[in-house]
């Protein structure tokens, strides 16, 4: 069965901590099953992270785009100079996706000082939209502009003020009889703009709306601008329309920024102006935030493209005159003869490398100057550093031949190669690291780019149909979904019945039904009928925007082996440069004192150039960018490829942890049992009927959301409707309906976590729970009634006792059916390595019935929900590592608690927000793949460290000619910009592979051995 997305909301609540802290005070009826809360998926899914636009304690998340990073030096750089900025609480900044989350206190500095910081630096650097560019921000009050028709003096506008102020909602107005202006600061949560222009009309005066200082802003694509006529005709139509505040057009890239009042115009309302003023000549689309990066990001691999392959047009006819040349007598002649003081040859070898260095490798220059003005290092520099330094010499070894008449051989092809070889690693590195986003692109793809919006004319009969915008839809849009076509939004069915497939989301392969008022999750396939939904959760507030940026959020993240390489990365490029320099000095004074012969000496060259080459290559062959990106690569990929298969990856800690796991604490109800419990048996043991037991208990469990107990009001409708299988179907459609017709009145209803229910029908006590209850409340439970209950919960039944009045009447037993899986599961944990535990309020027969079914020998029994939390401690004091699943509702504190929370489920109401893995499918099999990803992804990124720092420790020893005593090797400068540039490309490609990760099957797990 797919997991039930009804109610499903991905927002962030601000009682998200307070129900967490709730959790303890849920029901467990005898211990067993958790309470089902009204809870929002994916809530403050990273503690640390406030949502955009507004976080706790008033601080705002703000993304930036940095461009020009190059390694983790880098990025280490912008965030130092984030930090430093007065106002900013946290920043981080991802290499790969070149982009920085801040978090900061918006009274004490403005996006703008966090612009202008990134580019003191020396980056550049744009803010970046929130990925709902169209979705209303929240506000607590309001500046409303009325303009106010029918005032005539300055009574008039008293009595206007009067009215105004006298409204529920608003904070303040002032009126203006001169202008017949209005400004009303209300709070739109009690008032809405609509109830100012009603009370004022009811006063006797005209009223309408002209602004609200509630802005929003819309990024737009324009066809149908060709000249600067057509710009002009635009900025008209824009500058005639209400409600715009500031639009500006960029001719180049044909997008329409526009900064609107919501109050006054919709997005929607607004796109439908402009076009249909320009009377169909301009056409407009709203550009998605995620393709506009994507196509930043391919410009940049294309400029990347452009760059080398112009350093290989001007670098190959170097390269061919050093070597090639000589060996054929007509053209080297040429190259012989003399013009000036130099031959032919080598001015052509000086313009064409002076333009591979001072042009196409101006960018090195820039960024090497731009780290060491802000006291760092990096690539860049090593870079500048060894074509500088091959550069100049050849150029004076050339000004030097021409005074002294001692020519001697320049290394022009060695600064030109060196750059073309760096460009091209740059290249594939910037193609490669592309492809470690498929998963985010793959996610943003399954929304579809239009919708078929149902019109409906002034009576609300639907008149038509038109295709619009996906991002322009708003709530409350009817929307028509045709068969093979995605559903466009998260809503409601409101006419007519199909099967969706919602693998691509929830991970479940079986088609679902959808009739009338069920919910439909957008970027899902309709499958066969024609659907009208309509539409209740659009842009951020979808499931799948939801996702999108919990994938996006992993990725940004820091995952703890990263702070090594950061750390090496800090003292790598002066390590070098230091290596680079007693490379030079000891061959230098070597040379010097005679310490090895001439022939070792290049041909027509001298022991200063045998040391200058020996050291240029120590610095171009050393890498930081392998060791910057072994970790962030592999992190991407993983929780890419845990997003295509249903498991969600709050950060890259979170997959650090999961690969060392110990411990695996497994929930009962709802995790290791199916969570649909029914009632086996019902048992009276006194003269009362039935039917009259079983009214009498449906009526008290009627007010509970307890699984158990809407277990039993279900159980009972049954009995009470056998004869009318038609009432039985109204009653089970409608809970309300049914209550006054068949179920007794209940006063002083009360929930008693971890024990049952009390309540008092007909001015008697009646309770409904486990022997604790009942003991705590005086009631014996006589012999044969206890031995009855010792049988339920011996064959993993919950036996659940009743009184009525100061007498126990009765006992029900429940039985939650095992999934499928979960005993293969907990054998293939074993397998792992990895222990399972049962944790559950059950009591122990129960408990040790069920485990013994899954294979669970060490279980933890009557538990209260603030005890799992305990247990688990108790497991981490030997320093393991502890995993906790849950089903997410009342194990909220357990979850925090672990080191890994697992959520399993999340297709139905959860709590979700303690939990570091989302488990969209109710299946245990996940379990598995998520400690088995982590363990694979992990493996990748310590081979990924060997290979950079391995690199790293046989390269440079070779290039400083640590081993050319014995085996004459001497690895040219060029070539060692080559190695230089594909050990970072060797890393990327390393990480790519986990894109083969398969998760285990079932027929596989049990094969699954401790690596």
């Given amino acids: 069965m797919a997991p039930n997305f009804a109610d499903l909301q991905l927002s962030r609540l601000p009682g998200a901590a307070d129900r967490k802290a709730a959790g303890d005070d849920d029901l467990e009826r005898g211990g067993s099953g958790d309470v089902l809360e009204d809870v929002r998926l994916l809530d403050s899914y990273e503690d640390n992270a406030p949502e955009s636009g507004a976080g706790e304690g008033g601080m705002r998340r703000v993304q930036v785009r940095v461009t020009g990073m190059t390694c983790a030096a880098c990025s280490n750089s912008v965030e130092e100079a984030l930090r430093g900025v007065d106002g900013v609480l946290r920043a981080s900044v991802a290499l790969l996706q070149n982009k920085a989350d801040v978090v900061y206190d918006p009274s004490l500095v403005k996006e703008v000082d966090i612009k202008n910081a990134i580019e003191d630096a020396g980056f550049e650097a744009e803010i970046l939209p929130e990925p709902n560019s169209s979705k209303t921000k929240q506000q607590t009050t309001l500046l409303g502009q009325f303009t106010i028709g029918g005032m005539t003096c300055a009574a008039c506008v008293n009595s206007v003020e009067g009215i105004l102020r006298s409204l529920p909602g608003v904070k303040g107005a002032v009126v203006a009889l001169a202008t017949s202006l209005g400004e009303v600061e209300y709070d739109p949560a009690l008032i809405s703009k609509d109830d100012i222009v009603n009370a004022i009309e009811d006063a006797g005066f005209e009223a309408t709306l002209v602004q609200s200082s509630q802005q929003d802003k819309i990024i737009l694509g324009v066809a149908g601008v060709f000249s600067v006529m057509d710009v002009h005709f635009l900025e008209g139509i824009l500058s005639s329309l209400k409600g715009i505040r500031q639009f500006h057009f960029d001719s180049t890239s044909a997008e329409l920024d526009i900064l609107f009042d919501p109050e006054v115009v919709t997005s929607r309302s607004l796109v439908d102006s402009i076009e249909g003023a320009s009377s169909g000549k301009f056409k407009l689309h709203v550009m998605h935030p995620y393709s506009r990066m994507t196509s930043k990001d391919v410009e940049e691999t294309t400029n990347m493209f452009r760059l080398f392959t112009s350093s290989l047009f001007l670098s190959i ?189 929830t991970g479940e392969s079986i088609p679902v039904l959808k009739e009338v008022n069920s919910s439909v999750i957008g970027g899902t396939i309709n499958l066969h009928g024609v659907l009208h939904i309509r539409a209740t959760k659009i842009g951020s507030d979808a499931v799948l925007s939801q996702i999108i940026s919990l994938v996006e959020t992993a990725q940004m993240s820091k995952a703890p082996i990263q702070k090594f390489a950061d750390f090496i990365a800090s003292i790598f490029v002066p390590t070098v440069v230091a290596l680079s320099f007693l490379t030079f000095l000891a061959w230098y004074l070597a040379g010097a004192f005679g310490a090895y012969p001439e022939e070792w000496l290049p041909n027509k060259s001298n022991y200063f150039v045998l040391a200058l080459m020996f050291s240029i290559s120590v610095v171009v062959i050393s890498c930081p960018c392998a060791l910057g990106l072994a970790t962030p690569t592999a992190v991407m990929v993983a929780t890419g490829v845990g997003a295509n298969n249903g498991v969600l990856i709050k950060g890259g800690e979170a997959l650090e942890r999961a690969q060392k796991v110990k411990y695996v604490i497994f929930d009962k109800t709802g995790t290791l049992t199916q969570g649909k419990a029914t009632v086996t048996t019902a048992k009276v043991f006194n003269e009362m009927d039935r039917g009259q037991f079983l009214n009498l208990v449906a009526s008290a469990e009627a007010s509970s959301e307890h699984p158990l107990g809407k277990a039993i009001v279900e159980y009972a409708r049954h009995f009470h409707f056998f004869d009318d299988p038609s009432e039985t179907d109204d009653a089970t459609n409608s809970k309300e309906s049914t209550i006054p017709g068949w179920l007794q009145d209940v006063t002083e209803f009360s929930a008693l976590p971890g024990r049952g229910i009390q309540c008092f029908i007909e001015g008697k006590r009646v309770l409904v729970g486990n022997r604790k209850l009942l003991a705590e409340s005086g009631i014996a439970i006589p012999t044969h009634v206890d031995n009855f209950v010792v049988e339920l919960e011996e064959s993993a039944k919950t036996g659940i006792l009743v009184a009525y009045g100061d007498a126990l009447i009765g006992v029900l037993g429940v039985a939650d059916p095992l999934k499928r899986e979960a005993a293969v599961v907990v054998e293939g944990l074993k397998k792992m390595g990895v222990s399972p535990v049962m944790v559950t309020g059950d009591n122990w027969r129960t408990a040790r019935a069920v485990a013994k079914e899954v294979g669970i020998e060490d279980v933890r029994a009557e538990v209260m929900p603030a005890g799992k939390a305990e247990v688990i401690c108790s497991f981490q004091k030997d320093g393991s590592i502890v995993a906790m699943v849950g089903d997410g509702i009342n194990d909220s504190p357990a979850l925090a608690a672990s080191d890994v929370g697992m959520a399993i489920g999340a297709g139905t109401d959860i709590a979700i927000e303690a939990a570091d893995y989302v488990l969209m499918r109710n299946n245990l099999e996940d379990v598995i793949t998520a400690i088995d990803l982590s363990r694979k992804t992990f493996a990748r990124i310590r081979w990924n460290y060997v290979f950079a720092m391995a690199y790293n420790v046989i390269a440079i020893p070779v290039a400083a000619g640590v081993f050319f005593p014995w085996l004459r090797i001497v690895l040219p400068p060029w070539v060692a910009g080559a190695c230089m540039a594909f050990s970072s490309v060797s890393v990327v490609c390393s990480s790519l592979l986990l894109r083969r990760y398969k998760k285990p099957r079932l027929t596989t797990i049990l094969e699954i051995t401790v690596e």
């Avoid at 196409?360 to 500048?384: E, H, K, W």
């Avoid at 600064?415 to 073309?420: A, E, K, N």
């Fill in 317 to 505: 006819p170097v390269f061919l005159i050093r070597v090639v040349c000589p060996r054929i007598p007509m053209v080297y002649s040429l190259l012989l003869w003399r013009c000036g003081p130099f031959l032919m040859g080598d001015w052509l070898k000086w313009a064409l490398v002076s333009i591979v260095q001072f042009v196409i490798g101006r960018r090195f220059y820039v960024a090497a100057g731009r780290a060491l003005r802000n006291g760092s290092t990096n690539m860049d520099v090593l870079v500048a550093l060894g074509t500088s330094a091959s550069y100049f010499y050849s150029v004076g070894a050339l000004l030097y031949g021409a005074l002294t008449g001692y020519w001697s051989p320049t290394y022009f092809e060695t600064s030109s190669m060196l750059i073309t070889f760096v460009l091209l690693g740059k290249y594939l590195e910037s193609l490669a690291k592309g492809k470690t986003s498929d998963a985010i692109k793959k996610l943003v793809e399954l929304a579809p780019a239009t919708a078929l919006l149902l019109v409906k004319d002034k009576g609300g009969r639907y008149i038509g149909e038109r295709e619009i915008d996906a991002l322009l839809m708003q709530p409350g849009d009817i929307l028509k979904v045709l068969p093979g076509a995605k559903v466009p939004a998260d809503g409601a069915v409101e006419w007519g019945s199909s099967y969706v497939n919602e693998s691509m989301v």
